[in-house]
Every structure is written in structure tokens, then in C-alpha cells.
């Protein structure tokens, strides 16, 4: 993911917001001068009125002023209207449109001079027009300095009639009228644009100026630490942080001296020196003092302070404070909380404990450990490595190893321990990760205890009561129960079923040369195997070590027994993955179906296990039906070199 997305984003919001902030402030000034404008506008109606009046019909100019006025009336209107305009883009874009339209219906008025007639070139009436457009021009290149559009509104209107009704009758003395008049236009607009771009300029430096002070203001006031700037022994600024420490004003402290807020105003001269010293040589100077607060409280600060300049110190210098009081009453707070949590602890059968980054022990204690098997011989150890910690299955084994290396808690992991008088109890351990400093992973620590009784009535005690701990298949209490209740079924529905037995080849090899925890990957593998070869509705067990059972309820014949116990061998002869190695296993399957070779439970038991050591006395990888002769099967090949070659003991 690009997470520079985000900070462009924010970056454009932040320049259309200065933009916006800029335009409307352009369009206040725009409202500043056009206020002054108005009365420029009255006196310019005025003088046309009394210039104009000997030479043009007063009818004419009558109107032409009354509707001048119209427009001051309007421009007044707008000018008051702005004070209070929506500030959102939309309605800026609205008022600098309102401010164009307005312009225009002057500068159409001003332009219509030329046009209403009643002299001619020669009686001197012209010349006056062109004066007095000339003058207004001007004006307005000022007064609509703030806005390109509003400009351009008003002086298209106001010279483009004159510059047209010069080209069609020119005076007699300058015939080449219509292009000064254009080229008086053109300077003015290049006018206007250089007052726009100076006046936006300024407006824009301000603006910005002003973000960044309110965001330096926002962060310094926001710091968890006082901030000062210091000049000599006189407070320049500070920050929000500084004064609530000290219990005064941020504009009251400005300019006061520092060691007014000692405890004891000595040890300013006692430590200035030594800060200077410091500060020159371009070294950093901390020292922790008592300052004395507006209410006569004292607390303790750890001051750092950084120069502007080494070399002169009068540029001034920057002191970050840290109220030590706080953290002080923190730490005596937590010592006294973890001296009663330890007492507390002492009264329980529970325990502390603690890890280090290697999740090895480092601390114990508490009343409960020795029921546990714990003690100062596990210091150094991690969990995984004691012998006496049993009855965890792989998968929460798995479990727990996985929240481990995420660094993240873990409650209620239970397990087994046997006493010497062999009496089997039950412990459960929650633990929390800790982090140093710099938040590097340092370990985890938490507590364990006793859950015996709490286990004995829960269905979890019940589920490893009746299932194998490692490899979570029924252990043979609810295989005899399951097959009971399978018998019952069948003789009532007057149905068929088959028990098998099921025994690995070659299985010891695998724990005399790998290991009995290898050995434990490989029977978990082989149950999950056995589970995907019958239907959900059967039942497979482990009777323990390398032996299992298998209970096919409904059978409608005894070709789809063989189906199912060939699909067993053909399973169990694929290589299993342990650790970095495959080894190779085949198993050895005997079949006994009810009611055709018992009818109780034990006789089947008895009768399939003849089977099954029938089929290890034929070379095993096969399976055998009690009282049938070896179905039609293709016999497991003689395995290759590198068959031979994987196998553990080889």
C-alpha cells in the first residue's frame, strides 16, 4: 500500500484551504476599496453631470445619472452584504461574480457617454469624454486591483465604446485617436496585473505566515513537555504546558525572569555558569530543580536546554521541562501496588512468573509452584522443555507457539502433572508480552494456578477424558462406548458393521532413530489420515502407541469393507512428512464384521486384531478379512532405493 497517499491528500487539502482563505480575503479587500470607490463614483457623476450639462441634452444626462445611481445604490448593497458572506468556495465564487456584474453595469454606464450623442468632434464635448473616461479607467485599474474578473468587468465596457466610436469618427486633430485609446487600455491592464499580482502576492505570504505560526502555536501548546525560550534570565514565550505547571498565563510569564519560579532563587546563579558553559561548548545541559507554583505548591522538573547558536548565546535559548513530580508519585505508587500484589499472591495457590526474550524462566514465586513441579531448576528452561508438562495436544501446542511469536497474549493454557504419589492435577498459566523502552520485545511475565477441580467439572475435562491428548481421537473409553452403542444400532436394525485394527510398520524405527517427538508428528499425521478415509459418520480411535480402530456402522456388503480397508493402506504407505524428513510406514489391517464374527464387542476386538497380525505375518501394507481369504488386490511393490533411502533407520 502506498502510504504516501495520505499526506498527499492532506498536503492538497491544506493548499486548497490556503487558497481559499486567500480568495477571501482578496474579495474583502475588494469590498474595502470598492467602498471607497463610491464616493469616487459620486464625485466622478458629479463632475460629468456639471462638465457635460452645457453640451448634451439634460434630458439625456438626467436619465444617464439617475441610473448611475441605481448602480451606487447597488455597489453600497453589495459592499454591506459581503461583511456577511458564507465563506465557503462556492459563495466566494458567487460574491466576486456579484462584485463582477455590478462593475460591468457601471463601466457600461461610463462607456455609454460616447454614444449618447448631441455634440460634435469639433465643439470640444469629445475631448472631455475622453478625459474623464480616461480618469475613471484609471481609477478603477486601482480600485479593482483585488480581483482579475472584477476588473476586467468593468474596463471592457468603460474604453471599449470610446476606442469604437474613435475608429468610426476620430477628431480632426489626432486622427489616430482609437489607438492611444487602445493602447491606454492595454497599460492599464498591464497595470491592473502588476497591483494584482503584488497585492495576491502579499495576501498569500501573510496567509501562510500566519498558517504556520497558528501551527506551531497548536504543537507547542499540544507537547506533553514545557517549552521555553529564554533570553538571559528573561522568559521570551512558552507554551501552553510550561504555564499550567507553574500555574500562571502564558502573556503574564512572557518577559519575567526564570528564578522567579525556583524554590530557591539561589540556585539559578548556583547553576548559570554551568549552563553557559555547557551551552557554549555546543553541549546539551540537563539539570533537575524545584520550582515553587503560583499556589505555593513545589514540584520537581528536569529541564533540558539546547542554545540557538553556540557561539552567541544572546540569540537565546530553548528549555524542555519534564515534570518529574508526576512520574515520581507513579513509581512509589506502582512499588507499593506490586509489594501488595506479592503479598496478595502469597495468600493464593497461585504463582508469578517471567520470561526473557528467549522465553526462558528467570522468576518465580508464589505458594502454589510446588504442586505445579516448578521450581529453581526450570531457571533457564523454556516451557516446552519440561518433561512433567503433559496432556497438550498439537494443537494448542501450536496454538500457543503461534500467539507467542506474535507477541500476544495468551490465557488459560492448561496442562497435566503428575505427582510422584501419581495423582494427576491440573494447571492453567496466562502471561502478558512485555517490551523495553525502546519497545523492543524483552519477554512476558504472568501468573499460573491450580485448576484442577474447575477442570474435573468441565466438558474440557470430559473431552480429555475421552480422547487421545495427542492426536484427539477417541481414546478406548469412548471406543467401547461407541462401539456398545454401534452394536446396539445394527442389531436393531438388523444392519452390518465392521471393526478394524489398524497397526503401523516399521513405526519403532521411527522413535529409536528420531525421537518419540517426531515419533508424536508422525501419529498425529496418520490420524488425520485415517479420519479422511472413512465417512464422519464412522469412527476412528486410538487404542494407544501405534495401534488404532476403526468402526464402519451401515455396511450394505462386504466389498465396500474392502474398498475402505484397501483405501486405509493406500493412505498409509504415502510418505509422511515429520520435521525435515519423509518417512516411509505402511499399515497392517484386520476386519471383523458383525455379526458374521461376534456379536459383542470384545469378540470383534479379538477377532479383527487376529486379522490384523494375519496381514503383518503376509508382509503387512494389506489388509485381512477374520474367516476370508485375501481379496483380489495388487500387492505392495518391493520399495526403490530412495524409498529405502528415507526410511529413518536406513
Not at 486567500?22 to 453631470?49: P, W
Not at 507553574?246 to 540556585?267: I, Y
Not at 520435521?579 to 461376534?598: M, W
Request: aromatic share 8%; charged share 20%; with cysteine.
Amino acid at each position: 500500500m502506498d502510504v504516501s497517499l495520505p499526506r498527499h491528500r492532506h498536503r492538497h487539502a491544506g493548499r486548497l484551504d490556503l487558497a481559499r482563505r486567500a480568495h477571501a480575503e482578496a474579495l474583502r479587500l475588494q469590498a474595502v476599496t470598492a467602498r471607497a470607490g463610491i464616493l469616487a463614483l459620486l464625485v466622478g457623476v458629479f463632475g460629468a453631470l456639471a462638465w457635460l450639462w452645457p453640451v448634451m441634452a439634460p434630458a439625456v444626462l438626467l436619465a444617464w445619472g439617475a441610473i448611475m445611481g441605481v448602480g451606487i445604490l447597488t455597489s453600497r448593497h453589495l459592499v454591506r452584504a459581503s461583511a456577511d458572506w458564507p465563506q465557503s468556495a462556492s459563495a466566494l465564487h458567487r460574491l466576486e461574480w456579484s462584485f463582477a456584474a455590478n462593475a460591468f453595469f457601471i463601466g457600461a454606464l461610463w462607456g455609454a457617454l460616447p454614444l449618447l450623442g448631441a455634440y460634435t468632434p469639433s465643439n470640444g464635448a469629445q475631448t472631455l469624454v475622453i478625459m474623464l473616461l480616461g480618469i475613471v479607467a484609471l481609477g478603477g485599474t486601482g480600485i479593482f486591483a483585488p480581483s482579475r474578473r472584477v476588473f476586467f468587468a468593468f474596463i471592457v465596457p468603460t474604453v471599449g465604446p470610446l476606442i469604437a466610436t474613435l475608429a468610426t469618427d476620430p477628431p480632426a486633430a489626432l486622427p489616430q485617436a482609437a489607438i492611444a485609446a487602445g493602447v491606454f487600455a492595454a497599460m492599464l491592464g498591464a497595470l491592473h496585473e502588476l497591483f494584482h499580482h503584488m497585492l495576491t502576492s502579499t495576501l498569500a505570504q501573510r496567509l501562510s505566515s500566519d498558517t504556520l505560526a497558528e501551527e506551531q502555536r497548536v504543537i507547542l501548546d499540544s507537547a506533553g513537555e514545557a517549552i521555553l525560550f529564554t533570553r538571559g534570565e528573561r522568559l521570551i514565550k512558552c507554551n501552553r504546558r510550561f504555564a499550567d505547571m507553574v500555574g500562571e498565563t502564558a502573556e503574564r510569564l512572557a518577559g519575567r525572569p526564570l528564578w522567579q519560579w525556583l524554590a530557591d532563587p539561589a540556585e539559578w546563579h548556583r547553576n548559570s555558569d554551568r549552563a553557559r558553559h555547557a551551552l557554549a561548548s555546543g553541549l546539551t545541559f540537563r539539570t533537575k530543580i524545584r520550582l515553587r507554583r503560583a499556589n505555593g505548591e513545589l514540584l520537581w522538573v528536569e529541564f533540558t536546554a539546547e542554545a540557538v547558536d553556540a557561539a552567541r548565546l544572546d540569540k537565546g535559548i530553548v528549555w524542555l521541562g519534564q515534570d518529574l513530580t508526576s512520574r515520581l508519585r507513579s513509581e512509589a505508587t506502582l512499588h507499593a501496588s506490586e509489594a501488595r500484589y506479592r503479598q496478595l499472591i502469597t495468600l493464593t495457590s497461585d504463582w508469578y512468573w517471567e520470561w526473557d526474550d528467549k522465553l526462558r524462566f528467570t522468576h518465580l514465586s508464589g505458594p502454589g509452584l510446588a504442586r505445579a513441579g516448578l521450581g529453581p531448576a526450570v531457571y533457564g528452561r523454556g516451557l516446552g522443555a519440561l518433561s512433567d508438562l503433559v496432556g497438550v495436544s498439537a494443537e494448542r501446542w501450536s496454538a500457543l507457539q503461534q500467539q507467542i511469536e506474535r507477541h500476544e497474549p495468551f490465557r488459560d493454557f492448561i496442562w497435566q502433572h503428575a505427582s510422584e504419589a501419581q495423582e494427576v492435577r491440573w494447571f492453567s498459566m496466562s502471561g502478558n508480552p512485555t517490551f523495553d523502552t525502546e519497545g523492543h520485545f524483552a519477554g512476558y511475565h504472568g501468573i499460573g494456578s491450580e485448576v484442577t477441580e474447575q477442570m474435573r467439572g468441565s466438558e474440557q475435562f470430559r473431552h480429555l477424558a475421552y480422547h487421545d491428548t495427542l492426536t484427539g481421537l477417541p481414546n478406548r473409553r469412548l471406543l467401547d462406548d461407541r462401539l456398545h452403542l454401534a452394536i446396539a444400532q445394527a442389531s436393531r436394525r438388523s444392519q452390518r458393521l465392521a471393526v478394524m485394527v489398524i497397526d503401523l510398520d516399521n513405526f519403532k524405527l521411527i522413535n529409536d532413530s528420531a525421537g518419540h517427538a517426531t515419533g508424536d508428528m508422525v501419529l498425529v499425521a496418520v490420524a488425520r489420515r485415517l479420519q479422511a478415509a472413512i465417512r464422519t459418520s464412522d469412527t476412528v480411535a486410538r487404542l494407544g502407541g501405534d495401534e488404532f480402530v476403526a468402526i464402519l456402522q451401515d455396511v450394505d456388503d462386504v466389498a465396500a469393507v474392502h474398498t475402505v480397508a484397501q483405501k486405509i493402506t493406500e493412505a498409509l504407505a504415502l510418505p509422511v512428512d515429520a520435521g525435515t524428513r519423509q518417512y516411509l510406514l505402511g499399515g497392517s489391517v484386520g476386519v471383523a464384521i458383525y455379526p458374521d464374527d461376534g456379536n459383542s464387542a470384545r469378540t470383534l476386538l479379538a477377532q479383527a486384531d487376529s486379522a490384523m497380525y494375519e496381514a503383518k505375518r503376509r508382509g503387512g501394507s494389506q489388509h485381512v478379512l477374520h474367516g476370508a481369504p485375501l481379496p483380489p488386490v495388487t500387492p505392495r511393490s518391493a520399495p526403490t532405493r530412495a524409498e529405502r533411502t528415507n526410511r529413518p533407520a536406513s
